[in-house]
């Protein structure tokens, strides 16, 4: 089962939302603000999925993407989950182009994180090497 999750969620009140609704799932979030905190955090921290809210300035939530996978080459790639204003724009596109596991358009309901997350774990949990 996944635990580990890093958030990249700009707004203050998505954050904190975000860590309720996770932690009372049962889930350890790991919560920050920018794409350049996240690649600080995931020098030191092993994480089994990451979401990343795609209005959150800085890098670009599909650089941010791009670097992490480049930089776990020769692991498994860690899933990612997009989150996004509108899920036909380009940026989505773009993102599906990645291989992301799931892109949900927000507001997000919580039946709606919990299913991509379980979906997340199913998929790991089925992958060989777990």
Do not use: C
């Amino acid at each position: 089962m996944l635990r580990n999750i890093l958030v990249i969620v700009f707004e203050a009140l998505s954050r904190r939302i975000f860590e309720r609704m996770l932690r009372r799932s049962g889930y350890w979030p790991t919560i920050v603000s920018s794409e350049s905190d996240a690649l600080d955090v995931l020098e030191r921290t092993m994480f089994d999925v990451m979401i990343v809210d795609t209005d959150t300035p800085g890098l670009g939530s599909a650089q941010l993407v791009k670097l992490v996978r480049m930089a776990r080459l020769g692991d498994r790639p860690l899933p990612v989950i997009a989150l996004t204003i509108d899920g036909g724009d380009s940026l989505s596109r773009q993102l599906k182009e990645l291989g992301l596991e799931a892109i949900l358009t927000k507001p997000v309901p919580p039946e709606k994180l919990h299913s991509a997350l379980k979906m997340v774990s199913e998929t790991q949990a089925s992958s060989p090497g777990r």
